[in-house]
Structure formats: C-alpha cells, structure tokens
C-alpha cells in the first residue's frame, strides 16, 4: 500500500491492486477517514495510521462515499477497532449492513468494462454498521466540520464530503482521475445523474480534490472541474 500526504492534515492511503484510495484526516485521538479501502487490508490501514502516530483506536469518525467493497472492505474491522462513528446515505447503508457488493451499473467507456470484470473476481465485504445516516447537506462537526454533499448517479446513496478551511473535496467516486484524467467514473448505475453530480460539485469552491480512484489535484482543483464541464456533458447525450 502507497501512503504520501495531500495536506498538512490529509494523507492518502493507496491501494495499488485496483489504484484504490482512502483517505485520513489528522485530528489526533478523534480523527477521521474517508472511506477504508478493499476487503482484507485492514493490517495495511492500520500500518498508515502508525506513520502518522495514530491507533485505529483514534479513528473516531468514518464517512463512507459509498457501498462498493474497493470503498467499504475494511469497514467492519475499523468499526470494530474503537469508538468510531459511521455515517453513510441510507440507501448505500442499508446494503453495507447487509454486506457491501461490488460495483455494478453501465459502462461509459472500455475502462469501465474491464473494471465490471475485474469486479465479478473481487472479494465481497463483511456486513458492517452504519451509525448516522446523511441524505446531503448536514455540516459533521464531531467529525471536524465536514460538509456532505448528495452526488448520487454512481450508486443511488453516494456522498461526497467537504472540508477544512483549505478546502479540501473528497468525492470518492462521484469524478475519477484515472491515468491523471478528470472525468466522471467509468461505471455508474445512472450516468445521466452522475454527469449532474459532476456539475454541481464544480459549483462548489476547494482547492483540492481527493478521488477514490486516482491522484489528488492539490491545487485550484475547483477550476479543473469546470473546464472539464463541456466534456462531461458532451459525452453524456
């Protein structure tokens, strides 16, 4: 697993297997990540977490972008590691209760039919809580003041969070930056909604992007999105 730091308070924990990616926030004994990666890597989470000085007992907070395993794997054994509040949309927590699946929908492009293959041979997720349910729009100020976003179209439950005085998005999978290119995922249960989540997140005003599946852009990340605008909306029709 790769680990570098985006921010001064944001480290990006990299999966290499399928260029998957978590990430923390640093707020000493009540921190917390975004998403946990894919399933049976929780040795490799907690092994970041030590380079930063912390215990998985530290993790106080885990917001899920969504319900697929490359995003919620190691969910049930950090949730299991400490007092750490989960939060999720109430369609994509109803399916990590039961146990997270893989991702599914249409493929866009040829990228995404391969990743729907590669999906059909990946390892399901254990059935993990989901404490707090967000629809969009609630401000988490236990969890740092974190803003939730609805982007929905990729799954129907998808969030993507806003935080910090820097600015910082993480979308998880409602944009990718697959090979360094900005564009909505690949695969998406409804791309027509995904393309518009991709619009309203180039309303927003950040700095940096953190995706699930590709490098973060460090800076003027906003203007990035709204140049790719014409782009994402001329591939949709």
């Known amino acids: 697993m790769g680990y570098s730091e985006v921010t001064d308070r944001v480290a990006r924990m990299w999966f290499p297997a399928i260029d ?3 990430f923390l926030i640093r707020a000493g004994s009540a921190s917390t ?3 946990c990666g894919p399933p049976g890597k929780g040795g490799l989470v907690a092994k970041a977490l030590a380079r930063c000085g912390l215990r998985p007992a530290d993790v106080r907070h885990l917001v899920v972008t969504h319900c697929h395993t ?15 509040t989960v939060y999720g949309h109430p369609v994509d927590a109803r399916i990590i209760r039961e146990g997270a699946e893989r991702p599914r929908g249409a493929a866009n492009r040829l990228l995404g039919r391969v990743m729907l293959a590669m999906a059909k041979r990946s390892s399901s997720a254990p059935a993990a809580p989901v404490q707090a349910e967000l629809r969009g729009g ?4 236990a969890a740092g003041g974190i803003t939730c976003i609805a982007t929905p179209g990729h799954t129907e439950g998808h969030l993507s969070y806003l935080w910090g005085e820097g600015k910082v998005l993480f979308v998880g999978d409602a944009a990718t930056r697959m ?30 992007a953190c995706f699930g599946h590709g490098s ?14 014409d782009h994402v909306a001329a591939h949709g029709r």
């Open 70 to 84: 490359d995003h919620t794997g190691n969910l049930a054994s950090v949730a299991a590691g400490g007092d750490v």
């Open 216 to 229: 973060p852009i460090r800076g003027r990340a906003a203007l990035r999105f709204r140049r790719r605008l």
């Open 20 to 22: 998957n990616n978590a």
């Open 138 to 141: 609630e401000e988490l100020e």
């Open 179 to 208: 090979f360094r290119r900005l564009d909505v995922a690949p695969i998406n249960e409804a791309d027509g909604e995904a393309r518009s989540s991709f619009a309203r997140l180039a309303e927003l005003d950040f700095d940096v």
């Open 33 to 35: 990540l975004v998403d």
